[in-house]
Each structure stands twice: as C-alpha cells, then as structure tokens.
C-alpha cells in the first residue's frame, strides 16, 4: 500500500493518519486538529471520502459510536504505515536540506 | 444559502451503500462544518467520489459492513417479535386461566395436544434465544464493563424493569396472603365478583410488565445496534473460542421464526377446537377484568401475527447477508 491507493485523497488521508497519531477523535474532531496542526482546512466530503478508503484498508478503524458521533483510531497497520511513510520523509528533508546546504 | 435545508440533500447525494454506514456521523458533521459554498461543492465532489468507487468495484468493505447491518437487524427483529409473541402467550395463558377451557382440555385430546404444542413451541423458541443471543449478550454487557457508559445504561433498563416486576409480584403476593390490606381490596376473587380494587393491581401489574417488556426491548435494540463487533472470542477453562456472533445467531432466529408459526397454528386450532366445544365461552367475558373473551383472543391472535410477520421479514432480509462469509472486522 503507497499513498497512491488514495486517489485524490492521498494527503487528507496522511493529515488524518497525522491526526489519529495523537489519539483517537470523531470527523470534526479531525477537521479541526489538522487545521490548527497544518492549516489545510479539509472540507467534509474529502474528509470522509479519505476516511472510507482508510478504514476499508484497514489504517484506522471506527470506534463505538459516542451519541450520534464515531470517533476512529489508527490500527497498528495504519501506525506502521505512518512510521514508515513518515521515516522515508524524514529522510527525502534531510537529503534536500543537505543539497541546498541548508 | 441556508445550509440546514441543503444539508439532507447532500446526504441523499451519495450511494446508499455508503449511506448506510457513514450518513449518521456524516450528518453530525455536516451540522457542524457546513458552512460556506464552497464546503457544499466539497461534499458534492464527495458524492460523485463514493458513486466512482462503486461503479470501479472498489470499497467492498461498504457492502461487507451494511450486510453486517443487515444481519444485526435480522437478529433484533426475531428477538423483539419474540418479545411480543411472550406478552401474547401470556395474554393467552391469562385468557384460558380460570375459564372452563381448563376442564375441557382434559377430556378432549386434541385441545391438549394444541395448548402442549403451544408449550413446547415455547420451550423452543426460549431455548433458542437463549442459545443465539448468550453470545451476543456476553459481548454487548463486555463492552458496557469495559467502559461504554451509554451501553451500561441502557443495558440497565432490562435490570431495573425486572426488578420492578418482582417487586410488584412481591406486593400483589403480600396482599393475597393477608400480609398487606388495603380498603376495596379483597385476598381471594370470586367468580362474577371483581373488585374495582382488585382490577387496579391487576391493571398496574399489565402495566409494568408491558412497559417493562417494550423498554427493555428498546433499550436492549439499542444497545446492540451500538456494537459493531462481527466476532467476539471467549475464554473458558483454559481455552479460547471466537465466535461470529451475528451468524451464530441466525440459525437459532430461524428455530424461534419456525417456533412462533408452529405457535401461530396451534394458537389458532386451539382457538378453533376451543369455540367448537364451548362456544358460550367465547360469547362471554373470560377475558382480563371480565372482558369479551372473542376480543382478547383476537387481540392475542393480532399480535401474533404481526410478530410472526416480523421475525420472517426479518429473516427473508437477513437470508443474503448469512450465505456471504468472512465479514470484516471492525
């Protein structure tokens, strides 16, 4: 799995696996956090379009519903994919910064 | 643009596979965030984004889940026509109890053969809700412990209605014993003689146990509709057993179906053998409080019916869901 599988969703679905990394949180929860956490406003039809394919791939999963509210949390394969996504990224930064001799 | 009119419009624009898992969280969204044009044509998009990954094959998972849904609703609704086909049977011992029906029944061999079926039609369907929902029970009262607060309230309401049961069983036994007296009341009701008083606690007694059955089975509904868990596993004795609990319960909600038609028929023949033989009986009033007996009897046979008709909707709905495997876990 590569954040291609995402279609056009591919960087909401990485903002919400950014989001669920500090916890489990219901839609507007999410919209809010990587807000304040990118300043990408992510309308409700991209959220929850990235939302379905990251639950049918199995990177998050929903939670008991909390009055008409579902929160999700990020499953131990959506944890490792992060990591992973993000280690490789950390790594693209550092190179780039090292060529611009930053 | 006034948003809360546009709002169960956009809803409606997407599939209604995808509809039925997301559209409820969806909605409280929407009434959260919904704010500019710009925000609609966003969901739009949405809209047209879920109708894509139908038509290419994708998003199994929507299916998968709404035939989850599908088999869970299949299961309440055996378990609340079950719940009602209970008060009708008890309407219906209620009904012959204390009549010349009783006497009768021992000396004609086909009567007792339809109230025996009736019995054992019950024992069945008891047996086999007992057997389909033990897993089911043990998982949702799992949940409630480990923290879902709103299902260990709402698995409360089943409690405190027992409970109000018993302790008005308890009060009704203190009065007919003597323990208790109360003006109007009388311990022992003569034929032909009822007692305002008497018609009262009969009445409340109705009363707790019909509001009791209809919220427990409300609040039981609601309490399993909350819990997405396909499988559970169980330890006992050192050993571990996962159980798909919605399949699990479906071969048993077929039992009870067939159960409540078998009691269905024999209700009916019984109902029939009964008027043959004694139609003064019908034409009186053996009914609660000295009511019309042919009322009660059509009143029992009504909901009868209805539950009936319930549990094989329910199954006909559920039947596709059953035969798909490997539903996926959530």
Not at chain 1, 87 to 94: M, T
Not at chain 2, 133 to 159: E, F, I, K, N, S
């Amino acid at each position: 799995m590569d954040t291609s599988d995402f279609g056009r969703f591919s960087d909401p679905a990485l903002l919400i696996l950014a989001s669920l990394a500090g916890g489990e949180k219901h839609g507007y929860a999410m919209m809010e956090d990587i807000e304040a956490m990118t300043g990408v406003h992510l309308g409700p039809g991209t959220l929850y379009g990235a939302l379905s394919r990251l639950e049918q791939s199995g990177m998050i999963q929903a939670l008991p519903a909390d009055e008409r509210r579902r929160p999700y949390q990020l499953t131990t394969r959506g944890t490792a994919f992060l990591r992973q996504y993000l280690a490789s990224l950390k790594k693209f930064v550092y190179m780039g910064l090292m060529r611009l001799g930053a | 643009m006034r948003m809360d009119k546009v709002r169960p419009w956009l809803t409606s624009l997407y599939p209604r596979l995808w509809r039925d898992r997301y559209a409820a969280e969806f909605d409280v969204l929407l009434e959260q965030c919904l704010q500019s044009p710009l925000d609609v044509v966003d969901v739009f998009l949405g809209a047209v984004d879920a109708h894509l990954q139908l038509l290419n094959g994708e998003n199994l998972g929507w299916r998968m889940m709404n035939m989850l849904n599908k088999l869970r609703t299949t299961i309440l609704m055996v378990f609340a026509a079950f719940i009602g086909f209970i008060v009708a049977g008890f309407s219906l011992v209620g009904l012959a109890d204390d009549s010349p029906m009783i006497p009768l029944m021992k000396t004609n061999p086909a009567l007792s053969a339809a109230w025996t079926t009736i019995q054992i039609g019950a024992f069945v369907a008891l047996l086999a809700v007992v057997i389909g929902g033990l897993p089911l029970a043990l998982t949702v009262v799992r949940r409630a412990l480990a923290g879902d607060r709103h299902g260990r309230r709402l698995l409360l309401v089943p409690v405190f209605s027992f409970l109000a049961l018993v302790l008005y069983l308890g009060f009704v036994f203190l009065v007919a014993t003597g323990r208790i007296q109360i003006p109007g009341v009388v311990r022992v009701v003569q034929p032909g003689n009822f007692p305002p008083g008497n018609r009262l606690m009969l009445e409340g007694l109705m009363l707790v146990f019909i509001l009791g059955a209809i919220a427990s089975t409300m609040a039981v509904w609601k309490a399993i509709s909350a819990t997405d868990i396909e499988q559970e596993t169980f330890y006992a004795v050192g050993r571990s057993l996962t159980v798909k609990i919605y399949k699990f319960a479906f071969v048993p909600a077929v039992i009870t179906t067939l159960a409540m038609l078998v009691m269905l028929v024999a209700t009916i023949t019984w109902g029939w053998l009964s008027f043959s033989s004694l139609p003064q009986v019908f034409a009186g009033n053996f009914g609660p409080w000295g009511t019309s007996t042919q009322a009660w009897f059509f009143g029992i046979l009504v909901l009868m019916v209805v539950c009936a008709m319930a549990a094989l909707f329910g199954l006909r709905r559920g039947l596709p869901a059953r035969t798909k495997q490997n539903l996926p876990n959530q």
